[in-house]
């Protein structure tokens, strides 16, 4: 398995966002999890897929809604964006899934918003996780560690 952090975004914005949606649209993706969010958001986002609709400005928004810092970091890089891979189809979209939900546990943003999306468009199984790096007292979570 390799699990790749992608490229830091400062800005407080969150692409990732707009990059798994697009997949999903494309029919090469599908959303496996919707982590420790609110039922409000759970219902629109199922109800936009439901009619192949683009959810991401409803989720971006929901990450910046959760990433208020209220002066505590000078950070602008909220998003946290990785990548899970296996080769060829070793591991299924739900094993990838759990194995996310272990991951996130294991950095410490269990607590945290997040989503899971499993994409089919190689050949090899893959999930990209997509969460805030902001706690909800406003400090983010240290990447001192995410080599590790």
Request: hydrophobic letters at 35%.
């Amino acid at each position: 398995m390799i699990v790749k952090k992608l490229s830091d975004v400062s800005g407080g914005a969150f692409p990732g966002a707009r990059y798994n949606e697009m997949k999903v649209a494309a029919g090469v993706a599908q959303l496996m999890a919707m982590e420790n969010v609110s039922e409000a958001l759970r219902h629109s986002v199922e109800i936009l897929h439901h009619f192949s609709l683009d959810a991401s400005a409803e989720i971006e928004r929901y990450l910046k809604d959760r990433s208020q810092t209220y002066g505590n970091t000078k950070t602008t890089r909220f998003q946290f964006h990785v990548s899970a891979s296996v080769k060829g189809r070793v591991m299924s979209p739900e094993e990838l899934t759990d194995f996310a939900r272990e991951l996130m546990d294991g950095m410490g943003y269990a607590r945290q918003p997040y989503f899971v999306y499993a994409h089919h468009d190689t050949g090899n199984n893959h999930v990209h996780i997509l969460s805030t790096r902001i706690k909800p007292n406003g400090f983010p979570i240290s990447d001192h560690q995410d080599r590790r």
